[in-house]
Structures are given as C-alpha cells and as structure tokens.
C-alpha cells in the first residue's frame, strides 16, 4: 500500500511543512491551529497545488512525475462542501460523476451499499434540493467511495453532522478502508474524533 512523504515542501513562502511520511492502509487524521496549511496538504499529495520548493512523494514516485488524472482517480479529495447538482436526484448525481468520468455507473444496490457505509438511509429518488446539509455531505461521500479509490482524504467530513451521525460515519468508513485495504487521511479540529478514529496524527506547526 503506497504511502506519501514531503520533503522540504514550502507553499508560496507562507507555509513551510516539516518532512514527514504519511503510511499507507493506515487512519490519519491531520490536525493543527487555522493558518497551518492542513487542507493545502491535501492538495499537494494528490497533484492539485504544486510545491513552491521541495518534494512530495507518493509510493515512492514524486508525484509531479505522475499522470495527474491517473493521480486524482487513485487519491480522492473529499472537500468540506459537497459539490452536487441540486435540481437532480441521489441516483442521477451518482450518474453524473460516473459519466464526467465517461465510466459505467453503478448499480442502484451498489448506490445503496455506499450510502449505508456513509451512515444515510434515503431514497435514491429524492431530490438533492430537499436534503440537509449533513445529508448531503454523506452523499457526497458515498459517491466517492462508489468511484473507487487508493486514497481518501477527506477536509472536516463531520462539519455539518451531529456528534452521533459524525461518529458513526466516521466508524463505517474506517472499517470499510481497513477491510479494503486503503488509506483514509481526514483533516479534523475534533480531538475526540481524532482520539476514537486516529491511527496515526500529524499536528502540523505554525507559521513560519
């Protein structure tokens, strides 16, 4: 299972990250004080943000070296704001990425199979619009995990949740990961979460 390092990494001179390694097929959760660069980290180990100076590694492979679709397939990025297209239904949002993605889309079992690992029980007929915000977080996620992946980072998954359903999302898809063999980071400022669910934890420092 692939793992990332940073080496030497510093984003436009206002942040500077230490080395590190983030292991594969393990839980990390990433925490650190507003202005430390946590959601930039992201970006950087899948490809979307480039380095000012250093390196970031992925499976031992700088990852400026690899194609940055094959990339961003394998190394997903949940955002914190689910991007979903309101006027359209659960089942046609799945479709939608699936087609973006010009790939066959899944079946409505397999549709369901995800949105109960995203702790959600909702008809695949309703309407986006009519969701709540925690809601339609979950079925963000679900679709995520329906594309498939290597990775999963995720950017405050449980921002718009309850501390229950926060929890309980939290567990499924860490176990998911653990049963699949893969790797889940979460970015999070919830040191309970990080205590239940963290494997490993990168407190990343202050300004430099």
Known sequence: M?????????????????????KGGMTTFITGASGTGKSTLLKLLNGILTPTTGTVYYGGCEVLTVDPIKLRRQVLLVSQ??????????KENFH??????????????????????????????????????????????????????????MDEPTSALDEKNGDLLLA????????????????SHDKELVDRFADEVMTLGGMP
């Open 172 to 187: 499924q898809l860490k176990s998911y990961c653990e049963e699949q063999r893969k790797t889940l980071i979460v970015v």
């Open 96 to 153: 939608l990425f699936f087609d973006y993605r010009e790939s066959v889309p899944p079946s409505d079992e397999d549709i369901q199979a995800c949105l109960n690992r995203c702790a959600i029980d909702i008809s695949l007929d309703k309407q986006v619009y009519g969701l709540s915000g925690g809601e339609k977080q979950r079925v963000f996620v679900g679709i995520h995990l329906a594309l498939g992946f290597d990775v999963l980072m």
């Open 2 to 22: 692939k793992g990332f390092k940073l080496e030497g990494v510093t984003v436009k001179d206002v942040v500077t990250y230490p080395d590190l390694e983030i």
């Open 81 to 90: 704001s689910a991007v979903l297209f309101e006027s359209q239904s659960i």
